[in-house]
């Protein structure tokens, strides 16, 4: 079993850039695939990007590519979602996850393992 934590939620202006960060913990850590995903206000939550350790590989929903970075850091256990040019649209409580190789990765309800979620609010 591993666990989450998130940070780096903040209020941003339109157009600003956020990091946020998800420090992961447990036995086998790296052999877990961290995504990120995001729920805004009556809205189900929504994939964002997923990545691996060690191939350096990357997935992302097509609503953020070219806008949103993901990226592990893997001395600090640590998963990272640069995001720029932030719109209101963004607005949500980001969350990042952990799952086995082989998942969905786009489906949230494939991913085992949660962090409390972090808030982002982008104002126009």
């Known amino acids: 079993q591993v666990q989450l934590i998130e940070s780096g939620g903040r209020l941003v202006q339109a157009g600003g850039s956020l990091r946020l960060s998800c420090l992961i913990s447990?036995?086998?850590?790296?052999?877990?695939?961290v995504g990120w995903f995001r729920q805004g206000p009556g809205k189900e939550r929504e994939f964002l990007a997923v990545a691996g350790w060690t191939n350096g590989g990357a997935y992302y929903s097509d609503n953020v590519k070219g806008r949103f970075t993901i990226s592990t850091e893997y001395a600090k256990t640590t998963v990272y979602l640069q995001m720029n040019i932030l719109e209101p649209d963004d607005t949500a409580t980001y969350y990042c996850?952990?799952?086995?190789?082989?998942?969905?990765?786009?489906?949230?309800?494939?991913?085992?393992?949660w962090g409390q979620g972090t808030q982002v609010t982008v104002s126009s």
């Open positions: 996850a952990a799952g086995r190789p082989g998942i969905d990765y786009y489906s949230p309800h494939d991913y085992p393992y």
């Open positions: 447990g036995p086998n850590f790296s052999t877990y695939y």
